[in-house]
């Protein structure tokens, strides 16, 4: 259903996703693994046309996703909902109408203008926050809810616009072991349940082993490593972080950068001070 060709996007002289090449043939739950700068987050937001590509292909059911343009692009990209680390929810808005902006795409800017919801997205939307346990918490400000209460809201966004596949970017790097437990558990759910494609970058390998049918590895832009959890080996996840011996299980895209990704954030950080 979902085939990436070729995929390359460029920053300059600096390539952050490398002619990745990879096809999906059932909504699957995938995990995106590897060491900070190795690509991942440039991927998923090509995936979702935030970003363009510079080369490369992109084709959901015969649907050649980065020739989208106008609404054709705009249906892709509720199709396709993004969530991230760091929720982007409004803070001082509503639990509710968070949700409901998942709707945006599909309302007239008037609507939107006057803030005027159908009841039945309204009655929608408390339907799914129920689902992911925290419909008592509708009226309350995003901002006053836990981090992981936060990121269901977020999956209750997404959810509104019924998309066919959910990218998530890093979405438990924020959480506590337990809220991370409860995100990861809600997007698996909504995966078995619903039928949806999850492509999630995680930065733990547990979690990748724990809830996805799919691991990908990227290093340096690079697709390394394409398999099951239960081929990816310590020795294979070596490989991935480019850790060298200094590698432990324990190990986290966050904290483990590689020294190729160290090198091109520094020339990055020159090249801005100039
Ligand atoms: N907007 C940007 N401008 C310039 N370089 C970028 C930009 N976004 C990402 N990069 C670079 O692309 C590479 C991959 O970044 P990213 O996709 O964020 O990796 P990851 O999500 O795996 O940490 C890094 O070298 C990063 O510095
Ligand atoms: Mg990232």
Known sequence: MLKVRNLTKSFGANTAVDNVDFA???????????????????????????????????????????????????????????????????????????????????????????????????HRAIDILDRLGIADHAAKRAESLSGGQQQRVAIARALMQDPRIILADEPIASLDPMNAQIVMDALRRIHDEDGRMVIANLHTLDTARKYCDRVIGMRMGRVVFDGTPAQLTTGVARDIYGAGASFSEAATSTALESPESAAAKALHEAEAAV
């Open 24 to 122: 999906v043939d059932r909504p699957a739950m995938i995990g995106i693994i590897g060491a900070s700068g190795a690509g991942k987050s440039t991927l998923l937001r090509m995936l979702n046309r935030m970003t363009d590509a510079t080369s490369g292909q992109i084709e959901f059911e015969g649907r050649e996703v980065l020739k989208l343009s106008g609404a054709r692009k705009r249906a892709w990209q509720s199709d396709c909902a993004m969530i991230f680390q760091q929720f982007n929810l409004v803070p001082r808005m509503d639990v509710v109408s968070n949700v409901l902006h998942g709707t945006l795409n599909a309302r007239s800017s008037l609507a939107t203008m006057f803030n005027l919801y159908p009841n039945a997205d309204i």
